[in-house]
């Protein structure tokens, strides 16, 4: 079966692939515990009246960084399926509109709050926000980078947050990255290295050149506990979201989630939240393109391996997605605790993608829908009425209208 899976792979065909290593003690197996999701929990509560103050559009929400969850019934029609399905719209998350304002955010406000232990000025952070206390903060701050390499999304989450709270932000973009991606990270004050390479090599120079600089902090998309962290935490919030909806989730109720996977630290640190939240009630199933399918290639070869040395191009127009080497931490936490996996072929993301605007009115990005994939396939084996499926929308708010409308 793994060897049949393999060959799809290299092949570039669609698959739905259920992990034979998946364990009921995975969990146990794991680097984190649930504790280390409540200190992630407590540094974001923690940190909200700052949040608050530097972006606006989260005031409503105390300065918590969260999307709303919606029904789409007229998709659930469209893919016959029978249970309930809703879209978590991280597609709207406030200040990066994407997936990426969870764990990229985060670690920014880890890494300052680690520096203003060091340097005695935590007060700033913690104490009463103002208008002076910001300023105050961002004086002490400019002399730090943070740095990162993205195909796009990462760097507008990590380069708007540091930017904002005063550090020098440089973001090192793979070819994949669109234009007005780095327009905008440009408009903020943010540095933008471009690279002819794809994401992998973006990451290498992003790290490279940080090393050099004692002041310069790098995130490391391929190794970050974290971002894996950030990340986990949507799990407690989503629980929240379905007992107000009055949607159970245990065994008798199952709960099927579809993420959306690059490097795997998004879907990997938000599975590991749902397994921890809901135990044995959730399956986490990642959604990859055909042609950038990394960390199914890791699954079936055992460890992290370029996806261009399977045949394979790494291109696709889900640039979220285009990642050729999956990270070997989420790859070993998952490796025991994902249920399963599909790839996604390009062209089906945009007729999905228009499909979602004209039925529901919600703009999310080609990468968004490759969730979408696994309604094909995975209802055969696990649907009914009392399953509720969840896709994952992991970006789309910050997409300019001259993009939206090229795209369809
Ligand atoms: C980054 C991203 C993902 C996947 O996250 P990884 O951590 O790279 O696996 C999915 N969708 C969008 C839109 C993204 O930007």
């Known amino acids: 079966m793994p060897t049949d899976a393999l060959q799809a792979l290299k092949r570039g065909e669609e698959q739905l692939w259920l992990n034979p290593y998946l364990r009921s003690d995975a969990l146990s197996l794991l680097d984190f515990t649930s504790d280390d999701i409540t200190d992630a929990q407590m540094r974001l509560s923690r940190l909200a009246p700052l949040i608050a103050a530097l972006f606006p559009e989260t005031q409503e929400s105390d300065g918590i ?23 978590k719209r ?92 780095k327009t905008l990270l440009r408009e903020k004050g943010v540095r933008v290295k471009e690279y002819d390479g794809d994401y992998s090599l973006a990451v290498k120079r992003g790290r490279e050149l940080s090393a050099a600089d004692p002041m310069s902090y790098f995130v490391d998309d391929e190794s970050s506990k974290e971002l894996f962290l950030g990340y986990s935490v949507a799990a407690r919030r989503l629980k929240a979201q379905l007992d107000c909806m009055g949607i159970a989730v245990d065994d008798d109720h199952p709960l ?112 968004a829908c490759a969730a979408f994939g696994g309604m094909g396939h995975i209802p055969d084996i696990v649907d009914g009425s009392h399953v509720t499926h969840i896709a994952w929308a992991t970006g789309g708010m910050l997409v300019p209208e001259s993009e939206r409308q090229a795209s369809y």
């Open 90 to 181: 991280d597609s709207d998350l406030p200040i990066a509109g994407s997936v990426k304002a969870r764990g990229g955010i985060y670690e920014v406000l880890k890494h300052t709050e680690d520096i203003a232990r060091a340097q005695g000025f935590e007060e700033l952070l913690h104490g009463e926000v103002t208008e002076a206390s910001i300023a105050h903060l961002r004086q002490q701050l400019a002399s730090y980078t943070v740095q990162v390499g993205s195909t796009g999304n990462l760097g507008l989450s990590i380069g708007i947050m540091s930017a904002a709270l005063g550090y020098n932000a440089v973001v090192h973009m793979s070819a994949d990255a669109r234009g007005w991606k």
């Open 256 to 367: 099927n989630v579809y993420l959306p996977c690059g490097v795997g630290g998004a879907p990997g640190g938000i599975c590991f939240g749902l397994k921890t939240e809901f135990g044995s009630a959730v399956r986490c199933y990642f959604a990859e393109p055909v042609e950038a399918p990394c960390m199914l290639a890791a699954l079936l070869m055992g460890g992290p391996v370029p996806v261009t040395e399977l045949g394979l191009s790494g291109r696709t127009i889900a640039d979220g997605l285009a990642v050729g080497c999956a990270s070997e931490l989420v790859y070993l936490q998952m490796r025991h605790l994902l249920d399963g996996e599909y790839t996604v072929d390009d062209k089906r993301l945009i007729p999905w993608q228009r499909l979602l605007w004209e039925t529901e009115r919600i703009f999310v990005e080609p990468s």
């Open 65 to 87: 960084i969260e999307s709303p969850i919606t029904e789409i019934p007229d998709i659930a029609k469209a893919f016959s399926i029978q249970g309930c399905l809703l879209l």
